[in-house]
């Protein structure tokens, strides 16, 4: 357990170390709050304060960038500079890999996740969520769903180069039909229906009824588990060392 702890440290400095890393993840998500909330702290349909909207909108937009960018961008990587063929001869198993680069990764989406927080908070009078721990479970769901989904893209994915490609490819689709940018109280219906296809938009609207003190749907948090059970699990067989 130590050594899988001393793991998760050593690759959570060697991704916030990263200058592109760390950007997106910590800085480019303030920015973006900032920007949607220039015209001030309008009321969305339904009453919501915007910016009680955007803090779990961006949060579920930082979960999928560490997620399904980072995250296979770092074990192509890794691939292709020969680190997992070294590792292959230790007793580490692909699960512990997987473990430890789950676990790095998503606690730089926790700390990209607080920073939101915290400006909200001091900069735009956020509401401290109604349901702290409804937020704490679809938080960590979301992470074990979108995290299953990148690990399965890292296991594939020969290069960097080419994951980051297709990471991207993959989450700016989402984050802009399933409502991490974009409220859907503003979607088209059509939007909304092809955004409620992808495996984002449990994430957003479950964090966001946990924010808002709403009940969870089960359905909701079930496609979450179906997510992580089943990506997780083709990425365990497919995985190339």
Same mark, same amino acid.
């Given at each position: &357990? ?8 050593? %690759? ?7 200058? &592109? ?58 691939? %292709? ?10 007793? +580490? ?86 409502? +991490?940018?974009?409220?859907? %109280? ?56």
């Amino acid at each position: &357990m130590k050594g899988l702890t001393n793991v998760i440290a050593v %690759e959570l400095k060697l991704i916030v170390r990263d200058p &592109m890393s760390a950007f997106f993840a910590l800085v480019f998500p303030a920015i973006m709050l900032w920007v949607k909330l220039r015209g001030g702290n309008k009321p969305l349909q339904g009453g919501t304060p915007l910016i009680d909207a955007t803090v779990p909108m961006l949060t579920a937009f930082v979960i999928g960038l560490a997620a399904l960018v980072v995250l296979p961008a770092t074990l192509a990587q890794y691939r %292709e500079r020969r680190v997992l063929k070294r590792l292959r001869a230790t007793p +580490a198993s692909r699960a512990t890999l997987f473990v430890a680069q789950w676990a790095a990764h998503m606690l730089l989406a926790v700390l990209g996740s607080a920073l939101l927080i915290v400006i909200g908070l001091v900069a735009y009078g956020l509401t401290a969520p109604a349901n702290f721990a409804g937020v704490l479970v679809a938080w960590l769901l979301s992470a074990l769903s979108l995290g299953s989904i990148g690990l399965l893209l890292g296991a594939l994915v020969p290069t960097g180069r080419a994951a980051t490609v297709i990471g991207l490819g993959v989450f700016f689709p989402m984050v802009f039909l399933s409502g +991490a940018m974009i409220p859907r %109280e503003t979607m088209s219906g059509s939007m909304r229906a092809i955004g409620d296809l992808l495996p984002m938009a449990p994430a957003v609207q479950a964090i966001r009824d946990g924010w808002a003190g709403g009940p969870t749907s089960p359905l909701t948090l079930g496609v979450m588990v179906a997510i992580s059970i089943v990506a997780g699990g083709v990425a365990l067989r497919t995985f190339r060392w």
